[in-house]
């Protein structure tokens, strides 16, 4: 399946194929209780997330069909970059308040948990994946994830990620990733489960 580099053009058709999978995502959902206004929210979210974070670290990636449809996407951030800047988080903030509204307290919650239980050694950290209703079924997620994860095995650097439902663990486990702990979403959140992935030896180093 093809994968390449996310651009500036493509950032609206990457955010929308993001909200479509997050959809019933337990944490959007605790974020976004309201149905009705979960996929514009969302879909601003992942916009001002790549714009303003994931695209300058060179790390995100889209997985498009033979007709080029967008179908999903991988934020992945490099080693050293996974936290937002000071300056990036000030523009990202309006769209934020944006797409969140009465929620931003919400998503501040996730984001200082999520933060506070984050590892210290150097990784490629895998913030968000998916791929749209349209894609599912075809390989998308599996080429995304195999893209940056023979990078991180050549390079030799481990691999980070929160699952978010705890269905998809297995699927994780395939690539080599193994649950290392939980993070419980303060008053009320769910649950996410940490997962880490030692790189493997491919004998190009």
Not at 79 to 89: A, E, I, M, N
């Amino acid at each position: 399946m093809p994968v390449r580099p996310v651009t500036r053009s493509d950032i609206r058709a990457v955010s929308v194929a993001l909200a479509d999978a997050f959809d019933d995502d337990p944490v959007m959902c605790w974020i976004l209780p309201d149905p009705e206004r979960r996929p514009a929210g969302m879909a601003r979210l992942f916009g001002a997330e790549i714009r303003y974070h994931h695209l300058a670290g060179g790390g995100a990636e889209l997985a498009y069909t033979d007709d080029g449809t967008i179908v999903g996407g991988a934020l992945w951030d490099p080693p050293g970059r996974w936290k937002q800047s000071t300056l990036s988080s000030l523009l990202s903030l309006p769209t934020l308040a944006l797409a969140l509204g009465r929620q931003l307290r919400a998503g501040a919650e996730v984001d200082g948990a999520l933060d506070a239980a984050h590892p210290t050694e150097p990784h490629w950290y895998l913030a968000s994946i998916g791929t749209s209703t349209a894609g599912r079924g075809g390989g998308h997620g599996t080429a995304l994830l195999n893209s940056r994860l023979s990078r991180c095995d050549a390079d030799g650097l481990p691999a980070y990620l929160e699952s978010s439902k705890e269905g998809n663990i297995p699927y994780y486990e395939r690539f080599g990733f193994e649950v290392t702990g939980e993070i419980v979403i303060p008053n009320g959140g769910p649950t996410l489960w940490q997962m880490w992935r030692r790189p493997r030896d491919t004998g190009q180093r």
